[in-house]
């Protein structure tokens, strides 16, 4: 029995490797003569640079930049062949903050913008940038204004260190200092959302609230994101001739996915389409009888543009049966089966809180996919 994991990982407690490595162990012990094939998956987001480098044999450089706390930390990029990889989760994520002291009103992304520039000083001009997991809602400005971009308020004083309470603030916007440099890169940047920057359905009001902000917070952030959407729609459009503030993905990582459409001319693709195009998915599981893929959290919006979207349409091509290990569930998680999933397992095998789970996801993990692979040798008993 051939059989491919490919989860993605789970958010601020184990990495896809590990859990790939957790899950081979389980299936050795529980099936004869089983065949693994690991594909590490990432849509974007925690986990990106690992995904990319593990399908390429790719290498890792370390830098200090600037945590979303202004703070100085080490991080990582990844580099295959002529591209580099950033990961906005490493510079500028949520998972560098205690949940207690998240608040998008005093995040900066700038720790992102020193990773880029840290990039070009290494003489990469092929880049590639994941903007999942960002603890920001600042509009991508920290990171822009690492890259020489000015912030000026209606006093004509600048704004030192961007961040989302700022937004409301800004007057003028100065693009003279721009790194000149940005002009002779490729950039993309792996999405895996589609919201624009403002509205209900915007970087504030859907994704604020994960990064900190109560509903004050989001009020006074939307109200500072409106003004800077005027600013910045100035500044450009997409490809469709929308502006740039309304273009799917634009609201994504708080407002970063408009600011390198806007300000580097960056091109938005799906993350996850992206992550299994450089793994060659395709190949690795042509001839399987199963993939076990899986994320922290399967909702409603795990049938579209999520990891197991993405694993389950290359899988519905080859008619492989797929099975999701997560972390738990979420309104709208039966959606999942409309799409092919053919079963989900989760963690949690009786009451126990969030913490808890994270605390010994590695444990629940093992008990789950034991479960998983005894139901799969009754399957194979079957007649």
């Known amino acids: 029995m051939k059989i491919v994991i490919a989860p993605d990982s789970f958010k601020g407690s184990m990495s896809s490797m590990a859990i790939i490595k957790t899950i081979r162990e ?12 690991e594909v590490p998956i990432a849509d974007g987001g925690e986990g990106t640079i690992e995904a990319i480098i593990h399908a390429n044999n790719g290498r890792i450089e370390k830098r200090y930049v600037t945590n979303p706390l202004g703070e100085t930390i ?6 295959v062949e002529d591209t580099a990889i950033i990961e906005m989760a490493v510079c500028s994520g949520v998972t560098l903050i205690k949940s207690g002291h998240r608040s998008p009103l005093n995040t900066t992304s700038y720790g992102t913008g020193e990773m880029i520039k840290h990039v070009l000083d290494d003489g ?3 880049i590639i940038i994941g903007i999942g997991g960002s603890a920001t809602n600042d509009g991508g400005m920290g990171a822009m204004q690492a890259l020489g971009v000015r912030y000026f308020t209606k006093d004509h004083e600048e704004i030192d260190y961007m961040c989302g309470k700022e937004l409301i603030h800004i007057s003028r916007i100065d693009l003279s200092e721009l790194d000149p440099r940005i002009s002779d890169c490729d950039i993309s940047v792996m999405c895996d959302v589609t919201n624009p920057l403002t509205g209900p359905l915007g970087a504030t009001y859907v994704y604020g609230g994960q990064k900190g902000g109560n509903q004050e917070d989001l009020a006074f952030l939307e109200s500072g994101m409106l003004h800077y959407e005027k600013l910045i729609n100035t500044l450009g459009k997409s490809s469709s001739s929308m502006p740039i503030s309304k273009t799917p993905g634009a609201g994504a990582a708080g407002g970063m996915g408009a600011a390198l459409m806007v300000y580097l001319s960056a091109k938005l693709v799906s993350g996850i389409e992206a992550i299994l195009e450089v793994a060659e998915f395709g190949k690795k599981i042509e001839d399987a009888d199963m ?21 389950t349409e290359y899988a519905n091509k080859y008619n492989i049966p797929v099975i999701v290990i997560a972390g738990g569930v979420g309104n709208g998680y039966e959606a999942v089966y ?22 010994n996801t590695k444990q629940l993990l093992e008990e789950a996919a034991y479960n998983v692979f005894r139901l799969i040798k009754v399957g194979m008993h079957i007649k």
């Open 26 to 37: 389980v299936a050795e012990h529980c099936i004869d003569s089983v065949q693994i094939t």
């Open 74 to 79: 080490e991080a990582v990029y990844g580099i």
């Open 124 to 126: 990469f001009r092929k």
């Open 291 to 311: 993939i076990i893929t899986g994320e922290g959290r399967v909702d409603g919006q795990s049938a579209s543009g999520k990891v197991v979207h993405g694993v």
């Open 338 to 359: 409309d799409i092919g999933v053919k079963a989900i397992m989760t963690l949690p095998n009786q009451p126990m809180d969030l913490e808890y789970c994270m605390d």
